[in-house]
């Protein structure tokens, strides 16, 4: 197979899986899953169709919606559940850590704030060195 060849594959590919992770509407770890799938299938039709077009693709699997479709409808359904409740879960946890950071940014900031305010104002002044001259007396 020639470069351009493997370009024009790779183009069509990616392509088609673009439009498909957009209209896969689920959890990051199920899309990734279906996505892995659907790309498999997709090298192994363009490996035995080497002259595919897009079009072809669509034929094939169908417009990127409608795969989308077909993959969540053959999900098992308690796979889905379990998969939103833990990533519920993961983002409650993240926004929880988040507002924590940021309650203590405010604390620190507020406390270094006070800190400042109430520490005495201590001055020091530099000023040009005196220099002391000796008067050396002469004893006869």
Request: charged share 30%.
């Amino acid at each position: 197979m020639s470069e351009a060849a493997r370009n024009q594959e790779r183009r069509l590919r990616e392509g088609y899986c673009s439009d498909l992770y957009r209209a896969l509407e689920t959890t990051p770890r199920l899309r990734r899953r279906a996505m892995r799938d659907m790309r498999q299938s997709i090298d192994e039709y363009l490996a035995r169709n080497p002259e595919a077009s897009c079009l072809d693709l669509v034929e094939e699997f169908g417009t990127p919606e409608e795969a989308a479709a077909n993959m969540l409808n053959a999900m098992d359904a308690e796979q889905i559940r379990e998969e939103g409740k833990t990533f519920r879960w993961r983002k409650v946890l993240a926004v929880l850590v988040i507002g924590l950071a940021l309650v203590y940014a405010v604390f620190y900031c507020t406390r270094l704030a006070i800190n400042i305010a109430t520490q005495p104002n201590e001055y020091v002044v530099i000023s040009q060195p005196v220099v002391e001259e000796r008067v050396e007396t002469q004893s006869s």
